[in-house]
């Protein structure tokens, strides 16, 4: 069907009309046609507004995808993050300032960092450093006075001490015989090993809390003076598994004793597992719940997905468990009265679709 094209505006009559008649209209349609072009500009402006606006949360958009999803495999060549870091961060923060206030800060990218802010943790080592005048340049003056004109952050580097233990040792003579008495040495949770508990601490806590692998640790402590190997942190990580499973089962039994507690099981790949090839699915169980502002995560290494896992796991827990809808619980559920609460993730979509409807 086609459309009939509008019909032209009448231009109005004006041969009866005076001089001074005809200046009026001709002021009124100017005055109509400045407005018009006045509304087509701020419409204009708007738009450009607009469209510079979503230029750039789209520009966000593609960095923090970079940022989350791009290629961070240490094997590959093209390790996006590893030089273009700082750059990456700047180029972010430099858009978000660009972004007009009435933007909503949900409507943007979530920002990878705090703003920074002004002063430092009135937890932190203070040190004052004067500096003072000269006599000559305070010669003749009525009074002095320090005032704070500024704030540092230092950073001390970590370093090595060796800590030398000297026993001290004493003889006594009882019927001709010596007997000797030596002071008491520190215990030592790994018993014979070079390495202090807090080099121990290090070790565990970049290796599990910061993701550093140990060859990279091997590197950044040869940088301090001495090296240790790999091999020596893989033997004290494993050595520890028997000194920290009383913790571990008392953050169990502690978990377990609360209200609510939260369970997932993820799949993961270990290399040299009995009966099971390398290709093969094992299961890294993980727990997270306990008192209320206390919360613990507890990760729990299976080959198996089978039901035995979680009812060892959640031994004497009856409370309420959310999880996913994997039929591995259900056993546990049912012996031990837990109430079973799904999560939002695994919701049926078609519920919301038909609720929508």
């Given at each position: 069907?086609?459309?009939?094209?509008?019909?032209?505006?009448?231009?109005?009559d004006?041969?009866?009309?005076?001089?001074?008649?005809?200046?009026?209209?001709?002021?009124g349609?100017?005055?109509?046609?400045t407005?018009?072009?006045?509304?087509?500009?701020?419409r204009?402006q708007?738009?450009?507004?607009?469209?510079h606006?979503?230029?750039?949360?789209e520009?966000?958009?593609?960095?923090k995808?970079?940022?989350?999803?791009?290629?961070?495999?240490e094997?590959?060549?093209?390790?996006?993050?590893?030089?273009?870091?700082a750059?990456?961060e700047?180029?972010?923060?430099?858009?978000?300032?660009?972004l007009?206030?009435?933007?909503?800060?949900?409507?943007?990218?979530?920002?990878?960092?705090?703003r920074?802010?002004?002063?430092?943790?009135?937890?932190?080592?203070?040190?004052?450093?004067?500096?003072?005048?000269?006599?000559?340049?305070?010669?003749?003056?009525?009074?002095?006075?320090?005032?704070?004109?500024?704030e540092?952050?230092?950073?001390?580097?970590?370093?090595f001490?060796v800590?030398?233990?000297?026993?001290?040792k004493?003889?006594?003579?009882h019927?001709?015989?010596?007997?000797?008495v030596?002071?008491?040495?520190?215990?030592?949770?790994l018993?014979?090993?070079?390495?202090?508990?807090?080099?121990?601490?290090?070790?565990?806590?970049s290796?599990?809390?910061?993701?550093?692998?140990?060859?990279?640790?091997?590197?950044?402590?040869?940088?301090?003076?001495?090296?240790?190997?790999?091999?020596?942190?893989?033997?004290?990580v494993?050595?520890?598994?028997?000194?920290f499973?009383?913790?571990?089962?008392l953050?169990?039994?502690?978990?377990?004793?609360?209200d609510?507690?939260?369970?997932d099981?993820s799949r993961m790949?270990v290399?040299k597992?009995?009966?099971?090839?390398a290709q093969?699915?094992k299961?890294?169980?993980?727990?997270r719940?306990g008192?209320?502002?206390k919360?613990?995560?507890?990760?729990?290494?299976?080959?198996?997905?089978?039901?035995?896992?979680?009812?060892?796991l959640?031994?004497?827990?009856?409370?309420?468990?959310?999880?996913?809808?994997y039929?591995?619980?259900?056993?546990?559920?049912?012996d031990?009265?837990?109430t079973?609460?799904g999560?939002?993730?695994?919701?049926?979509?078609?519920?919301?679709?038909?609720?929508?409807?």
């Open positions: 069907m086609k459309l009939k094209p509008e019909a032209p505006s009448k231009t109005p004006t041969s009866g009309l005076s001089a001074a008649e005809l200046r009026s209209v001709v002021e349609l100017q005055q109509e046609l407005a018009k072009s006045a509304e087509i500009q701020q204009d708007e738009v450009k507004q607009r469209d606006t979503i230029q750039i949360l520009e966000l958009l593609r960095w995808r970079v940022q989350q999803f791009g290629a961070s495999s094997k590959s060549a093209h390790q996006i993050h590893l030089f273009d870091e750059e990456l700047v180029e972010i923060d430099a858009l978000r300032d660009q007009p206030d009435d933007v909503a800060e949900e409507e943007a990218p979530p920002a990878s960092r705090k920074r802010q002004r002063g430092f943790s009135d937890k932190l080592l203070r040190e004052r450093i004067e500096l003072t005048l000269s006599d000559e340049d305070k010669a003749g003056a009525v009074k002095t006075f320090f005032t704070k004109v500024k540092e952050l230092q950073f001390i580097p970590a370093q001490k800590l030398e233990y000297w026993q001290k004493a003889v006594f003579e019927n001709g015989e010596e007997r000797l030596a002071a008491a040495r520190p215990v030592h949770p018993s014979k090993c070079t390495a202090t508990t807090s080099l121990l601490a290090y070790v565990i806590t290796k599990y809390a910061d993701g550093l692998p140990l060859y990279r640790l091997e590197h950044m402590l040869k940088r301090l003076g001495h090296e240790i190997s790999r091999t020596s942190m893989a033997h004290w494993i050595r520890l598994d028997d000194v499973k009383p913790l571990i089962h953050m169990r039994e502690v978990q377990n004793s609360s609510y507690l939260q369970a099981e790949y290399l597992e009995d009966g099971k090839t093969s699915d299961w890294m169980w993980v727990t719940g008192p209320p502002g919360p613990s995560v507890l990760f729990e290494y299976d080959p198996s997905r089978a039901g035995k896992v979680p009812v060892r959640l031994d004497d827990f009856n409370g309420i468990l959310q999880a996913d809808g039929s591995g619980y259900g056993k546990v559920c049912r031990n009265n837990i079973r609460m999560c939002w993730d695994h919701y049926p979509e078609s519920i919301f679709i038909r609720s929508a409807a």
